[in-house]
C-alpha cells in the first residue's frame, strides 16, 4: 500500500506505483512515473517526462527531471529515464535531455552523494558511486562501476569508463578509460 503525506502535492496525471512512500512537501508533475517500493523523503520534486524505476530512495530537496540548463533547449518533452535500487541523497539534481533523439539516463544500483548534478543528456551506468559535490556536464557518460570522488567537475562529452577511480578535487577534461 503506497502511502503519501497529506502534505504532497501530486498531479493527477503522474503514475504512481505500489508499496511507495511520499515524504512531506514532495511535488510530482504530471508526467512522472514511479514504479514500485521507492522512497521519496520530504520535499523531493519530481518533474517532466521522468521515468523511475523500482526500489529507489530520493532524499530531501533532490530535484529530477527539471529542464535541461542548455540555451538550445527550446521546451520539447524530453525524457529522463531512471532504473531501479538507486540512492540519490540530499539535493541531487538531475535534468532531462536537450533533444528528443537522446534521454539522460541512471542505470541501476547506484550511489549519488549530497549535491550531486548531473546534467542534460547524461548517461550513468550501473553500480557506481558518485561521492558529494561532483557536478557532469552535459552528455558526459559514465560506465559500469566507475567511482567519481567529492568535489570532481566533469566537462562535457567525457566518457569515464567501466570501473574507472577519479579522485576526489579532480578536474576531469579528457575521457577516462
Known amino acids: 500500500m503506497t502511502k503519501i503525506h497529506p502534505t504532497a502535492c501530486i498531479h493527477d496525471g503522474a ?17 512522472v512515473s514511479l514504479g514500485d517500493n521507492n522512497i521519496l523523503h520530504n520535499n523531493v520534486i519530481l518533474d517532466g517526462h521522468t ?11 533532490a530535484v529530477l527531471g527539471t529542464d535541461p540548463q542548455d540555451l538550445k533547449f527550446s521546451g520539447e518533452p524530453t525524457r529522463l529515464r531512471i532504473g531501479s535500487n538507486n540512492t540519490f541523497r540530499e539535493f541531487c539534481t538531475i535534468n532531462r535531455s536537450n533533444q528528443m533523439e537522446e534521454d539522460t539516463v541512471v542505470g541501476d544500483n547506484n550511489l549519488l552523494m549530497e549535491y550531486v548534478h548531473i ?31 567529492g568535489v570532481t567537475a ?12 577519479v579522485g576526489g578535487a579532480s578536474a576531469v577534461k579528457k575521457d577516462i578509460v
Do not use: W
Open 154 to 165: 566533469v566537462h562535457q562529452f567525457v566518457h569515464i569508463g567501466t570501473q574507472a577511480f
Open 15 to 31: 503514475r504512481i506505483g505500489d508499496n511507495c512512500e511520499i515524504g512531506p512537501f514532495c511535488v510530482i508533475g504530471e508526467h
Open 51 to 61: 521515468s523511475i524505476g523500482d526500489g529507489n530512495k530520493i532524499f530531501s530537496y
Open 119 to 149: 546534467a542534460h543528456n547524461c548517461q550513468i551506468g550501473n553500480n557506481c558511486i558518485i561521492a558529494n559535490v561532483v557536478q557532469l556536464a552535459g552528455h558526459v557518460h559514465v560506465h559500469d562501476y566507475a567511482t567519481i570522488g
